[in-house]
């Protein structure tokens, strides 16, 4: 064996797949976020649907009420 200084090949080659790692890490942490946010707007849609659904099905029961009220005084 020799002590032949090492050439700089494999400290580039480190250097490139390290920043490229660094690089898919950004991405994935980027996707991660926004399947997050993605998610949270889901359920704050199906919220939104849940409670609308509530409000329309009360009105529905105070216009039963009143149509049978109106027929009742009718008879």
Not at 63 to 72: F, W, Y
């Amino acid at each position: 064996m020799t002590d032949r200084p090492r050439t700089t090949a494999p400290t580039t080659q480190t250097s490139r797949t390290r920043s490229t790692e660094m690089y898919l890490m950004h991405e994935d942490l980027a996707r991660a976020h926004s399947r997050e946010r993605l998610q949270q707007a889901h359920e704050a849609r199906r919220g939104h649907q849940l409670a609308l659904a509530r409000r329309l099905g009360r009105k529905a029961e105070r216009a039963a009420l009143q149509a049978r009220l109106h027929l009742a005084r009718t008879l």
